[in-house]
Nanobody, 123 residues
Framework: QVQLVESRGGLVQAGDSLRLSCVVS????????MGWFRQAPGKERDFVAA????????IYADSVKGRFTISRDNPKNMMYLQMNNLQPEDTAVYYC????????????????WGQGTQVTVSS
């Protein structure tokens, strides 16, 4: 059973940077897709970025392209989301997730989820 645990988010100001981490355990296979999604109050869970556990293929949502960077450290079983130039519209609960489908942009295609971590960006 794959288990995912996100690092603590936080409260930052517009223009600040923040890095989220996700610890992966339970056996993620090389073909797995790993992703970050976010959900603001009253909204659907939105795709942010995804990366293949092996091979390193990467995709981003247009809203974060150029500001966010997804990466993974396979030996450490870690995935990261570096978020730069954060804006108030980035405020959401951020989730890391894993699944077998690639490419993946729909949260319904991912089977395993972390508990989520709050990121709040003040203007």
């Amino acid at each position: 059973q794959v288990q995912l645990v996100e690092s603590r988010g936080g409260l930052v100001q517009a223009g600040d940077s923040l890095r989220l981490s996700c610890v992966v355990s339970g056996g993620v296979f090389s073909g797995y897709a790993m992703g970050w999604f976010r959900q603001a109050p009253g909204k659907e869970r939105d795709f942010v970025a995804a990366i293949r556990w092996s091979g390193g293929n990467i995709i981003y949502a247009d809203s974060v392209k150029g500001r966010f960077t997804i990466s993974r450290d396979n030996p450490k079983n870690m995935m990261y989301l570096q978020m730069n130039n954060l804006q108030p519209e980035d405020t959401a609960v951020y989730y890391c997730a894993a699944g077998v489908k690639w490419p993946v942009r729909d949260y319904r295609d991912l089977a395993y989820w972390g508990q989520g971590t709050q990121v709040t960006v003040s203007s």
